[in-house]
């Protein structure tokens, strides 16, 4: 069955060093969310997108948080540099469009440790 | 800022009904109301949605009173699987409602 997935599962870094993480939304779907989840904080957005433009980032670091879609099958997050505060797990998730009834896919996140 | 208001955590034993009620008071007339459950090391995933009344599925029933400022998820006859996080939030594009925030954490004991 049809699951976004997300590249690489697990990221051990050093501060400092740039991250990029990856996303396939499900083939067909318009919408793309990054999210962040820290034990802290629960589950954040960071960004999204709908027919790979970005609407709204305004949940990211500008500084140092960078969120695109190069192509209509791959979302990327990239983190330059990282700092261990951006320890968490990142998922991304895609939709079907902007319905308040569309329902989001997750995927199994991005395990980022930054030493 | 939109934000949902749910407890932070629950207990119950297995075959047990376990009712979860999250507070959207900002909640939008074009908002439907979405629950979602996350298991450990997984992606939140889909449970149930409405709008008003009720809605039941194979999984869950979602309960909503009139003015929709609130939501009551129900899981009838729960077993240790059902262990996880619950989520709910006005499933919206306006993204200052996309807000998952800590959710409820059910524990279920044998």
């Known amino acids: 069955d049809a699951r976004v997935t997300q590249t690489p599962r697990d990221k051990v870094t050093e501060m400092g060093q740039e991250v990029t993480m990856r996303c396939q939304p499900i083939l067909g779907h318009n919408t793309v969310f990054w999210y962040r989840q820290t034990m802290m904080q629960g589950l954040e957005l960071l960004a999204y997108?709908?027919?790979?433009?970005?609407?709204?980032d305004s949940g990211m670091p500008k500084d140092r948080f960078s969120a695109e879609m190069p192509d209509a099958t791959l979302a990327t997050l990239k983190i330059q540099p990282s700092e261990p505060r951006d320890s968490a797990v990142y998922f991304c998730a895609s939709g079907l469009g902007l319905a308040s009834n569309n329902e989001q896919f997750f995927g199994p996140g991005t395990r980022l440790t930054v030493l | 800022l939109a934000k949902t208001t749910q407890p932070i955590s629950m207990d119950s034993y297995e075959g047990q009904e376990v009712n979860i009620t999250c507070s959207h008071n900002?909640?939008?007339?074009?908002?439907?109301i979405t629950w979602y459950q996350q298991f450990p090391s997984q992606g939140p995933r889909f449970i149930i949605q409405?709008?008003?009344t009720k809605v039941t599925n194979e999984v869950a029933s979602l309960f909503i009173p009139a003015d929709r400022k609130s939501s009551t998820l129900s899981l009838p006859r729960v077993s240790l699987s059902d262990t996880a996080v619950y989520y709910c939030?006005?499933?919206?594009?306006?993204?200052?409602?996309?807000?998952f925030g800590t959710g409820t954490r059910l524990q279920v004991f044998p």
């Open positions: 939030l006005p499933d919206s594009y306006n993204t200052d409602k996309l807000i």
């Open positions: 900002n909640i939008a007339t074009n908002d439907y």
């Open positions: 409405g709008y008003k």
């Open positions: 997108f709908r027919n790979r433009a970005p609407l709204d």
